[in-house]
């Protein structure tokens, strides 16, 4: 399987810039997630390494093979780039059984009848959808459509598989179901999958790396637990997470032991991970849920502002003058509105981002 790359892809239609200036490699064998908000140029990224969708400037290498360069004027078709399309609407031939709907495109490759019922078989077997050969797409489930949809794109071999929100007309159910599938369809074929979505724990759960993007422009592209532990920018570390980062103003200040901390009306120390210079003035503390927790003898003096139980964990609202925050506790606990309750602030994974320039600029830990 190949690499893939992309220099300086631009996308420009009238009046708006689609994607601007976009350096990638997808590696040999990774699931890459597209993630990002409706109209991020996510999906037109994926297009243009297809080949349905011609960049205004840049270059894009699939192998060995120039497939688009735009100073030189080369733009591969899309049938000769050997990928495989998924898209958010099966598409498949109503009129046509599984084992035609699976055949058909080797049919078009000009396969021999021995080598297309071979590999329709495999990709059946692979699929888990043996029994349904000779039914119609409308006698089976959407679950199995989206099967039948994945091993025809596969039947050529193709050496990288496109993926434009496969799952998104399937119930919550299924689309966790569907999840499992693909990653363990992801183990057993090698194949490099790019993958379109705008649900976070679609690409957290599958993933090797996350693109997330917004307004054209990658933002991160890391493995998924460090885009969610160590997100690049105040948009990375909002997008990504159930419930979302909490995001709280406070005031730095150095001192002969390090570095001062005033938010909430309370005075602690940051206690950076790594060797900083944290100049004096305003900054964005972003704690995430899990590391707020509620204790008797917590340093922080909270009241609950609603609890929101879901059996597994529980979401708890804590509110402090104007301010709300979110904190998670495994189990199932309920408190009363406006119930006093003391909390800390555990570990180092305390994020530290730019007032005005938004981005990361530390992680570490507080103390009080």
């Not at 243009?48 to 969708?53: K, S």
């Not at 960049?55 to 030189?72: C, H, L, M, Q, Y």
């Not at 998924?86 to 046509?96: G, I, R, S, V």
Request: charged share 25%; net charge negative; proline share 4%.
């Amino acid at each position: 399987m190949p690499n893939i790359i992309l220099e300086h892809i631009t996308k420009k239609f009238a009046g708006f810039t689609a994607v601007e200036d976009l350096n990638m490699e997808i590696r040999d064998s990774d699931f890459i997630t597209l993630l990002g908000p409706s109209g991020c140029g996510k999906t037109t990224t994926l297009r243009m390494i297809a080949g349905l969708e011609t960049p205004t400037s840049g270059r894009i290498t699939i192998g060995d093979k120039v497939v688009f360069d735009a100073e030189t004027g080369v733009n591969v078709t899309p049938d000769k780039r050997d990928v495989g399309f998924l898209f958010q609407n099966y598409a498949l031939w109503p009129h046509m059984t599984v084992y035609q709907n699976i055949a058909f495109g080797l049919e078009n490759l000009k396969w021999k009848k021995s080598a297309i019922e071979q590999r329709v078989h495999e990709m059946l077997a692979l699929l888990k959808i043996e029994e349904f050969e000779q039914r119609y797409p409308s006698e089976i489930s959407g679950g199995q459509q989206q099967r039948v949809a994945i091993a025809r794109t596969l039947a050529p071999n193709p050496k990288v598989l496109f993926m434009d929100e496969p799952l998104s007309n399937l119930d919550a159910k299924l689309r966790a179901e569907m999840r499992t599938e693909l990653k363990r369809l992801h183990r057993d074929t090698g194949a490099t999958f790019v993958y379109v979505t705008h649900d976070q724990l679609e690409a957290m759960t599958l993933s090797s790396k996350v693109c997330l993007m917004s307004k054209g422009v990658i933002q991160q592209f890391d493995a998924p637990l460090t885009v969610y532990n160590r997100p690049a920018n105040l948009f990375v570390a909002d997008f990504v997470g159930n419930p979302t980062m909490n995001f709280i103003d406070c005031d730095i200040s150095e001192t002969n032991n390090g570095y001062t901390v005033r938010f909430l009306g309370e005075t602690g120390r940051f206690i950076p991970r790594e060797k900083t210079d944290l100049k004096h003035g305003t900054y964005v503390l972003g704690i995430r849920p899990e590391l707020i927790q509620i204790s008797d003898d917590g340093a922080l003096a909270m009241s609950a502002y609603a609890t929101l139980p879901t059996g597994l964990e529980t979401t708890i609202k804590l509110k402090k003058g104007d301010t709300i925050i979110s904190s998670i506790q495994f189990g199932s606990i309920d408190y009363e509105v406006d119930r006093e309750l003391r909390c800390d602030i555990i570990s180092d994974k305390i994020c530290l981002f730019g007032k005005d320039s938004t981005d990361l600029v530390s992680m570490g830990s507080i103390t009080f």
